[in-house]
């Protein structure tokens, strides 16, 4: 043990997780280890450039409070999301997709009832969304939790507001005996997700764009079903073939309907997946 190279040291530091109690821990201990030594001896990493390593792990990790997760922006835009996602939501035929779930939801949104003003003042052209929930057998599904969030025109969450004393384009509904639910609110614009701390300067040195296509996030949970996290994709956007953060799903897609008044509409049905009906 006083005599490691680098063509030693990896059984080494992996003999040290001989012990670990917890079966699960110790499988992803082992493997991160030998992945993170193969891509160092794979990439030929130097001293220098690990401690660069270190210093935007570090400055991702200062970035984070309690209105912004930059580990969680980092995770989406090197596909890591998506990819734990895709593998943990293999759902059925039929049943609505999962995608990622973002860095700006916020527990404890208020409570809107049908029909109520989701935006609440958020800048932006009106919508009226008007969904179902139902379950793989077409029935509805009743007193179904519905989480909503949304960026405002502008492309921003109320959380990047300093100083916005109250809750914007987010809120909680309740879907009715029928399943349905429906609210008033803003249409979903594309943007641009945060540009000002190392996710964006990741972006800005391997020449990448930092736009997501417009969406509206929800959360969906019913007594009895898997919870599902997805959006809906605003169909047209410029972005939709090369998301960021590698989000969008064909099914997501879907239009925004123009009035004659000006406003719009979006229609979508929901699908959720039975618990371990997988």
């Not at 008007?130 to 029935?139: E, I, Q, S």
Request: proline share 4%.
């Amino acid at each position: 043990m006083r005599n490691l190279n680098q063509d030693t040291i990896t059984q080494a530091v992996i003999a040290r997780f001989a012990d670990t109690p917890d079966p699960r821990l110790k499988e992803i201990m082992t493997s991160l280890v030998q992945h993170l030594h193969a891509f160092a001896r794979e990439v030929k990493l130097t001293e220098n450039e690990w401690f660069k390593g270190i210093q935007f792990l570090t400055a991702t990790g200062q970035k984070c409070d309690d209105k912004r997760q930059e580990f969680i922006l980092l995770s989406d835009t090197l596909g890591l999301s998506m990819l734990t996602v895709a593998m943990n939501n293999d759902k059925p035929y039929g049943c609505t997709e999962a995608t990622v779930f973002g860095p700006f939801h916020v527990e404890g949104a208020p409570q809107y009832g049908h029909g109520d003003d989701v935006a609440n003042g958020a800048r932006g052209e009106p919508c009226v969304v008007r969904a179902n929930v139902r379950g793989m057998d077409g029935k509805p599904v009743a007193g179904a939790v519905i989480d909503v969030w949304q960026s405002d025109a502008d492309g921003n969450y109320d959380v990047q507001y300093a100083g916005l004393d109250h809750p914007q384009a987010r809120g909680i509904l309740h879907s009715d005996a029928e399943g349905k639910f429906h609210f008033r609110t803003i249409v979903a614009e594309a943007y641009q997700i945060p540009t000002d701390g190392p996710v964006g300067d990741m972006l800005n040195a391997t020449r990448r764009h930092a736009w997501r296509p417009a969406h509206l996030h929800f959360m969906i949970k019913a007594d009895g079903y898997e919870t599902l996290v997805t959006h809906v994709f605003r169909n047209g956007d410029q972005w939709l073939d090369s998301d960021a953060v590698f989000g969008v799903r064909q099914s997501l897609v879907a239009d925004w309907v123009k009035q004659a008044d000006g406003s719009y509409t979006l229609d979508f049905d929901f699908v959720l997946n039975p618990v371990g009906g997988a």
